[in-house]
């Protein structure tokens, strides 16, 4: 049997060198998920601007922030927090089986996923819905980013506009 400092220092060489192809396929899926997904940190954060403004008393938006999960997807969970409630828009970057990357969203509303995959006309390249979840070409982030920013506009205006309705009505 070799020696006890050879078994060691074998098995921390082969340990270290799988820490490096993990962390360098980890860099790479996050790499390429920030790229894909860049138009939509890009509204988040502009839209989360403005709710952070001075005098600005409608909400906040959080989980802009991309990680990776540990089925080795790009994830954001972006909240949108207004006064009276929230709502999660769930984004998820990462590969498909046979090695194509994709984009699937949840939280989105049905007239919302109807805008991403309209209809039955949908082709693979457009997307395809999957349950409540709805599954994107990785090339589509900034048609993402429209549907998003609609979301996120519709949310706090129909807060203020709800609120305003009661305090006429009382």
């Known amino acids: 049997m070799p020696h006890t400092t050879e078994v060691?220092?074998?098995f921390r060489t082969r340990?270290?060198?799988a820490d490096a192809r993990s962390n360098g396929f980890r860099q790479k899926l996050l790499d390429d998920g920030t790229r894909a997904l860049q138009p939509v940190i890009e509204v988040l954060n502009l839209m989360a601007e403005v709710l952070n403004e001075e005098h600005n008393a409608h909400g906040c938006i959080t989980g802009t922030e991309l990680l990776i999960d540990t089925d080795n997807f790009v994830t954001l969970c972006a909240k949108l927090r207004g006064v009276d409630s929230e709502q999660k828009i769930k984004i998820k970057y990462g590969p498909e089986l046979g090695g194509k990357n994709y984009i699937s969203i949840s939280g989105l509303h049905q007239r919302y996923n109807e805008r991403l995959v309209p209809g039955s006309s949908a082709?693979?390249?457009?997307g395809r819905v999957i349950g409540s979840d709805i599954h994107l070409d990785e090339h589509r982030g900034a048609d993402l980013a429209e549907v998003v920013r609609?979301?996120?506009e519709d949310f706090y205006v129909a807060q203020i506009e709800q609120r305003s309705?009661?305090?006429v009505a009382a």
Do not use: G
């Open 15 to 17: 340990l270290a060198a």
């Open 165 to 167: 309705h009661f305090a």
């Open 8 to 10: 060691k220092d074998r």
């Open 150 to 152: 609609d979301v996120i």
């Open 123 to 126: 082709s693979a390249h457009i």
